[in-house]
C-alpha cells in the first residue's frame, strides 16, 4: 500500500513493491501480515528445514506456503467475474491449463452458447476469453519459473503454451523479460 512512498522516502533503495516478500542477503522484508507468515515459514524451512516448515505451516491451519517471488495479485482478482457462469468457465480454465482452451470450451463450462459467453465474459472483466486464458497461463507459468523446479520446457507445455518460443514472446510481451530472466531474478540472494 505504502509502497510508492517508501520509494520517494529512500530514493537508493530498490523498492519491489508487488512481491511477497523478498531476501536481500540478511535482510527480510514482507508486504503484510499474511505474508509475513509466508516470510516466517521460509525462514523456517531456511533454518530447520522443509519438515519443520511443513509441521509449523500445517500447526497454523496454513494450506499453501507461497514463495516470496510470487506475485501478490491473482489474474483471477483481476478479472473480476461478477456471475457463477464465467466464474466457473474461469475456474474451468485454471484447472485445464496445459488443454486446449477454446471459446466453445469456455461457454460449454458456462452453460452458455460461444456468441453468448463471449459477450458476457468481456461485459464482466473488460477482455476477451482469449486474453483472460493467456494471463492465468502466465501467472501460473511464471509461479514455476520462480520456483526454479522444472525445465522452462516443461513449464511452457504444462502451461498450455505447447512450445518454450510461444511462451518466451508472452512473457516480453507482458512482463518485458524473458521466463530466463525472472527464473535469475527470483533466485535467492545467499550471503557467506
Not at 63 to 90: E, P
Not at 105 to 113: F, V, Y
Not at 153 to 160: D, L, P, Q, S
Request: include cysteine; aromatic fraction near 6%.
Amino acid at each position: 500500500m505504502f509502497g510508492d512512498e517508501l520509494k520517494r522516502r529512500f530514493p537508493k533503495t530498490r523498492v519491489e513493491i508487488d512481491r511477497i516478500f523478498v531476501q536481500d542477503g540478511p535482510i527480510w522484508t514482507s508486504a503484510g501480515m499474511t505474508a509475513g507468515i509466508d516470510l516466517a515459514l521460509s525462514l523456517i524451512e531456511r533454518d530447520l528445514g522443509s519438515d519443520k516448515a511443513r509441521e509449523a505451516a500445517r500447526n497454523m491451519v496454513i494450506h499453501h506456503r507461497r514463495a516470496g517471488g510470487q506475485s501478490q495479485h491473482s489474474a483471477l482478482l483481476t478479472l473480476d467475474a461478477k456471475s457463477d457462469r464465467v466464474q466457473d468457465a474461469l475456474q474451468y480454465a485454471r484447472r485445464n491449463l496445459s488443454k486446449p482452451l477454446t471459446v466453445e470450451k469456455l461457454a460449454q463450462a458456462a452453460c452458455l452458447s460461444p456468441r453468448q459467453f463471449s459477450r458476457v465474459f468481456r461485459l464482466e472483466t473488460g477482455m476477451s476469453p482469449a486474453k483472460a486464458v493467456e494471463n492465468l497461463r502466465l501467472e501460473s507459468a511464471r509461479f514455476m519459473i520462480e520456483q526454479g523446479r522444472l525445465p522452462v520446457e516443461t513449464i511452457a507445455r504444462i502451461n498450455g503454451f505447447r512450445e518454450r518460443e510461444r511462451m518466451r514472446r508472452s512473457f516480453l510481451r507482458t512482463y518485458g523479460q524473458t521466463p530466463q530472466s525472472i527464473r535469475n531474478a527470483s533466485q535467492p540472494i545467499v550471503s557467506i
